[in-house]
C-alpha cells in the first residue's frame, strides 16, 4: 500500500509569490489533515477533511491560505501571497473514517517551504 | 501556558540503556495519547498510542499515562543506536479524527 505522498518535497519562493503544495492521501483514506512545523516550534494542526468537506480549518493561520480537495482525493494548499513567517515544514496526514472510534493518521514526508 | 511540554533534549545514552522520555499536558479533554517517531527528512510514524490512563506495551517499548497527573511516558528498553531519533508526544480529545495536538519532540541520540 502507498504511503501519503507529498509534491514538491522542498520549494524556494520569494516573499509575495504564490506556491501550491499537494498531497495525495492513502487510497481510501476519507481524513486528511494538513498540519505545519514552524522552525524551533512543535506540529500545528491547519485544517481537517473528511472527503471533500472541511470538518476544522480551525488552525488556519489567515486568509492567505486556502486549501482544498476537490473531489475527496487528494488536497492542495496554496499560500497567496507568501511571507516570510510561512516559511516550515507542511505535513499532510490521512486516515480512514472512524466510526465510534479511532484510526491512526499517517503522515507524508513533508513539503519543505522556504520563503526568502 | 503551552497544551503540551516536551523537552526538546538532546538526549544522548549509550547503546543498551533505558531511555525515559515524557511529557506533561495542561488540557483535561485529551483522550488519546500516542507516540510518534521522526527520523531527519521523513514524516512522523505512529510508534504506539494509548486510550485514556494505563499502560500499554510493545516490544522494547512501554507508554504510560497518568491522567492524574497530566503526565505521559515512554520507555525504550535495550535501546539501539537505530532508536536514534525524534520522538513526538501528541493527544487528541474525543477520539482520534481529531486533531492532533503535538509536543515540540526530543531528539535521542543512542551512542554505539
Known amino acids: 500500500e502507498a504511503g501519503v505522498t507529498q509534491f514538491p518535497s522542498h520549494s524556494v519562493i520569494e516573499k509575495g509569490q504564490t506556491v501550491t503544495l499537494r498531497c495525495d492521501p492513502i487510497s481510501g483514506h476519507d481524513n486528511l489533515y494538513w498540519y505545519r512545523r514552524v522552525m524551533g516550534k512543535e506540529i500545528k494542526f491547519l485544517l481537517h477533511?473528511?472527503?471533500?468537506?472541511?470538518?476544522?480549518e480551525s488552525g488556519m493561520p489567515n486568509n492567505r491560505f486556502l486549501a482544498e480537495r476537490t473531489g475527496g482525493t487528494y488536497s492542495t494548499l496554496k499560500v497567496q501571497p507568501a511571507e516570510l513567517e510561512d516559511s516550515g515544514v507542511y505535513f499532510c496526514a490521512s486516515s480512514r473514517r472512524a466510526s465510534g472510534g479511532a484510526d491512526t493518521q499517517y503522515f507524508g514526508p513533508g513539503t519543505r517551504l522556504t520563503v526568502l | 501556558q503551552k497544551e503540551v511540554e516536551q523537552d526538546p533534549g538532546p538526549l544522548s545514552v549509550p547503546e543498551g540503556a533505558i531511555v525515559s522520555l515524557n511529557c506533561t499536558y495542561s488540557n483535561s479533554a485529551f483522550q488519546y495519547f500516542m507516540w510518534y517517531r521522526q527520523y531527519s527528512r521523513k514524516g512522523p510514524e505512529l510508534l504506539m498510542y494509548?486510550?485514556?490512563?494505563g499502560n500499554k506495551e510493545d516490544g522494547r517499548f512501554t507508554a504510560q499515562v497518568d491522567k492524574s497527573s497530566k503526565y505521559i511516558s515512554l520507555f525504550i528498553r535495550d535501546s539501539q543506536p537505530s532508536d536514534s531519533a525524534t520522538y513526538l508526544c501528541?493527544?487528541?480529545?474525543?477520539?482520534?479524527?481529531?486533531?492532533?495536538?503535538f509536543g515540540k519532540g526530543t531528539r535521542l541520540h543512542i551512542l554505539p
Open positions: 494509548t486510550y485514556s490512563s
Open positions: 501528541a493527544m487528541s480529545a474525543v477520539n482520534r479524527d481529531d486533531k492532533i495536538i
Open positions: 477533511f473528511v472527503k471533500e468537506s472541511k470538518q476544522d
